[in-house]
């Protein structure tokens, strides 16, 4: 029969032993050292001068005096003296200097995880809620308050690498449907899902210039907002609305035209010409009629107007029809040489 027991290496009480009572006495007294365990330090190298009664520390590496070559063993002072007692894996302390609780592991002491002042970590941790190997932090509750201690507070999300993800993912039924973060790249973005699979990105910031960008366009109070993208080009209009650019302008051989998204067409020619004004007409003189067919036909008939560059000839127009119109030069005196004429025709093209 062994005379210590396997664990904590009491000594057992033998047959026929004289003075029982020294044997049972040394067993309480390893008991009294090591139960409810706490000790004054695991980082003082130097025995103090004066122990107290029953005074317990954890010798560390590089000990000196007395404990020099028990590194790791609970030093405990009795009857005069330093008794050491050997450690065994899941042995627990509380460390007064530090006020934190070790655990034995292994070779070492160390916090342990998730106790008061411990700098310990947990594989998963789940509060009111199941955590897993991917969901390693879960949490069910009607709210999450991440404070401050004192100053500010900041909540960090790192990733490995540029191409990986970084972000904030907000879900519906545990769909998709919005996204905020670093996501495949270094730009911040807000994406959106409709079905947690296809995501569109609403706003993307470039992270060396800080530009920010609205792939997806933008509406103010339901209606379309103005960019460079959408400003010029192709004007449309549904029922009334508009549905595409905000100003389109073109031109052929028959003039320039201007178009603007609320329906207003602007037509002008600089290029007309007639072959004189020498026709009489009472007591003034005109030139034959000059067809101009508009660039861009409008929705009624436009208001049109001319002029020249002799001050003493000026136009008019006939009554226009939505795509043409007819224009005179006239003069108060006989013009026998060609007459530039230049034209505007300002209407709607809804």
Known sequence: MS???????????QPAQAQKHVTHNEALEVLDGVVQLSVASRTESTPPASPGPLARHIVPAGATGSWAGQTGRVAVWQQGGWVFLAPRTGWLAWV????????????????????????????????????????????????????????????????????????????SGFSGRAEMGLAGNDDFAIKTSSDGTAFQTALSVTAATGVPDLAAGATVGGHVACHRGNLLGTVGQSGGQPTGAVIESGGDANGQFLRLADGSQICWITTLSAANAATAMGALFRSSDVGWTFPQAFATPPVVSGQ????????????????????RAVAAVSKGAAVGIRAVAVGRWF
């Open 96 to 171: 007064e200097d530090e006020g934190q609780l070790v655990v034995r592991q292994g070779a070492d002491w160390g916090p342990v995880p998730g106790a008061a002042g411990g700098q310990g970590s947990f594989e998963t941790l789940g509060v009111n809620a199941g955590a897993d190997s991917t969901n390693r932090l879960s949490v069910a509750a009607e709210a999450t308050l991440l404070n401050h201690a004192g100053a500010g507070h900041q909540l960090k999300i790192n990733k490995a690498a540029s191409a990986q993800t970084a972000s904030l993912l907000f879900q």
């Open 3 to 13: 005379e210590l027991s396997p664990r904590l290496s009491l000594p057992f009480l």
């Open 308 to 327: 020249t560059a002799d001050t003493e000839v000026w136009v008019t127009a006939a009554t226009p029809s939505a795509s043409a119109c007819s224009l």
